[in-house]
């Protein structure tokens, strides 16, 4: 089965600084995709950052970039240059590359609580 | 730039009441999903809609669920029969056939007293 681990529950960083969040994942699969959404307190899931596991560069979106190791099964996010309104709730996601109606469904981290000190 | 839509924001229901969630997925969208989330734990899939069918569910969509699009633009999930472990935020999303992401609505949260 299909599982996505995110060991941190809790993190914190510093206003301006660089923080990481670690996601591993479990699959046979050799297709698929991997996200980070972003959870703030009013619980709106909004989508950070998505790979594309055939895709050997890592997706960048601004001031986030992930670290997608594929043979490790390892998909972080890092955050440059962190800001007040990045705190929230960060979920890593997994999704199987398929376009059969069936098999679609993301399966999720249990999410890391990003605190952002001013 | 179009988005999900869902209401209610927040529904408060007694157990054993039936409640309908509502959803309006992006117009070009053919897949449709729920999702919950009870308070402080992991998001959960419940069921995913293509082609006006359910193409999957999730153990937790027993019977006292249902999804239904009526009219081609609403997406709705029905519980007929709430009860208190039903309390949690509801998000529906949708998806394109080709692209890998699914975009969320705001969510409902459904309170079962």
């Known amino acids: 089965a299909q599982t996505v681990t995110q060991s941190q529950p809790e993190m914190s960083v510093q206003e301006a600084e660089t923080v990481t969040l670690s996601c591993t994942y479990d699959t046979s699969e050799s297709d698929y995709y991997l996200f980070w959404y972003k959870q703030p307190p009013s619980r709106q899931m909004i989508l950070v950052i998505r790979?594309?596991?055939?895709k050997q560069q890592n997706a960048t979106e601004n001031r986030f970039s992930v670290n997608f190791q594929k043979a490790a099964k390892s998909f972080s996010l890092k955050i440059s240059d962190s800001q007040l309104g990045d705190a929230a709730m960060y979920f890593c996601?997994?999704?199987?590359?398929?376009?059969?109606?069936?098999?679609?469904?993301?399966?999720w981290g249990l999410g890391t609580s990003l605190a952002v000190n001013p | 730039e179009p988005e999900v839509t869902q209401t209610p924001s927040h529904q408060v229901t007694q157990m054993g009441q039936e409640v309908i969630l509502r959803c309006v997925p992006i117009s070009n969208h053919l897949y449709f999903y729920w999702y919950r989330q009870i308070l402080g734990q992991k998001v959960e899939f419940l069921v995913s809609?293509?082609?006006?069918?359910?193409?999957?569910k999730s153990e937790i969509f027993d019977d006292q669920f249902s999804v239904e699009r009526p009219d081609g633009s609403n997406f709705t999930l029905k519980i007929r029969s709430t009860k208190l472990e039903d309390s949690a935020m509801y998000f529906c999303?949708?998806?394109?056939?080709?692209?890998?992401?699914?975009?969320f609505g705001p969510g409902t949260r459904l309170t079962v007293l």
């Open positions: 809609f293509y082609n006006n069918e359910i193409s999957e």
């Open positions: 996601a997994y999704r199987p590359s398929t376009n059969a109606g069936n098999n679609r469904k993301l399966i």
């Open positions: 790979q594309e596991a055939y």
């Open positions: 999303a949708s998806g394109t056939r080709w692209s890998g992401e699914q975009f």
